[in-house]
């Protein structure tokens, strides 16, 4: 099962699953682009329009997994995720509650609602997608950290419990991946102030990611595959680990320094 199957790392797991032979079930907001996703899975699939906040309907789509799936629940992927960008002084309350809803309380509401299949088979996996700004806070990104931090550990606790079970729990620290989630990102204004709209600062963020969708597919799928309880995505993701381990509170002055090169580049290159 995986959520946020209408595009980017949603929909490369979905591809790669259903290439090699797996039914998938997928959930997405976003009806559009679900259709077209599931028109290119070869197998099985399930579709359903889902807001992943709504935890009545997660139960519900549970029960409708349970009921389709020709074989036992492999993996519940909790991957729906969106952005703000915003200083925390011109935060909007309603834009952070709207991200926070749905990154952190979407994989809660996933995870319960699937769990108990899971724990009834005593086998399969919840893999639940953080960030790599679950691991070191951004400037312009607090509530879409504190989402992230949030899931790691809730994740990380819920790892603990399931000790002794064939049940396993898995976060996914992804770098800059190329997907929509800035270009769908709520943004009322440039947070650091220099006049850039909205599809300039996505553009600039996707100039800089470094890994593709189905390339992190593929890291964490066999990541899963290999019992890994956390899968680091992409080479800026193990910089990330990296710095919050050595610098923990200095990082962002070497990251500063990276962005600044890395824009620089992208402006020549332009």
């Known amino acids: 099962m995986i959520t946020g199957a209408a595009s980017g790392i949603g929909r490369a797991l979905a591809l790669r699953l259903s290439r090699l032979g797996s039914p998938v079930a997928m959930a997405d907001v976003d009806e559009g682009g679900l259709k077209d996703t599931a028109a290119a899975l070869r197998g099985p699939v399930l579709v359903r329009v889902l807001d ?3 935890a009545t309907d997660q139960l519900r789509f549970a029960d409708e997994v349970r009921q389709w799936l020709p074989a036992p629940l492999a993996a519940v992927f909790n991957n729906a995720g969106v952005a703000v960008a915003s200083t925390v002084l011109d935060a909007v309350p309603e834009d952070d509650d709207w991200l926070f809803e749905t990154n952190f309380r979407g994989v809660v509401n996933g995870t319960r609602a699937f769990l108990p299949i899971l724990v009834e088979q005593d086998d399969g996996v919840i893999v639940n997608t953080s960030s790599v700004f679950g691991l070191l806070g951004m400037p312009y990104n607090s509530a879409y950290c504190a989402s992230k931090f949030a899931i790691r550990g809730f994740t990380d606790a819920l790892r603990q419990e399931l000790r ?6 898995v976060t996914v620290h992804p770098g800059g991946i190329t997907t929509n989630i800035a270009r769908n990102a709520r943004v009322r204004k440039d947070p ?6 909205k599809e300039q600062m996505a553009a600039q963020f996707e100039a800089m990611t470094m890994t593709s969708p189905d390339k992190a597919a593929a890291i964490i799928h066999k990541g899963v595959e290999r019992g890994r309880a956390r899968i680091l995505v ?3 993701a193990y910089l990330f680990d990296a710095l919050a381990r050595i610098a923990p509170t200095h990082y962002y002055s070497v990251l500063s320094r990276l962005q600044s090169r890395m824009r620089a580049r992208t402006r020549e290159a332009g």
Not at 192 to 197: D, H, K, M, Y
């Open 164 to 169: 002794g079970t064939g049940v396993r729990a």
């Open 192 to 197: 650091e102030g220099l006049g850039r709209t």
């Open 234 to 236: 992409g080479p800026d």
């Open 52 to 54: 992943v906040r709504d």
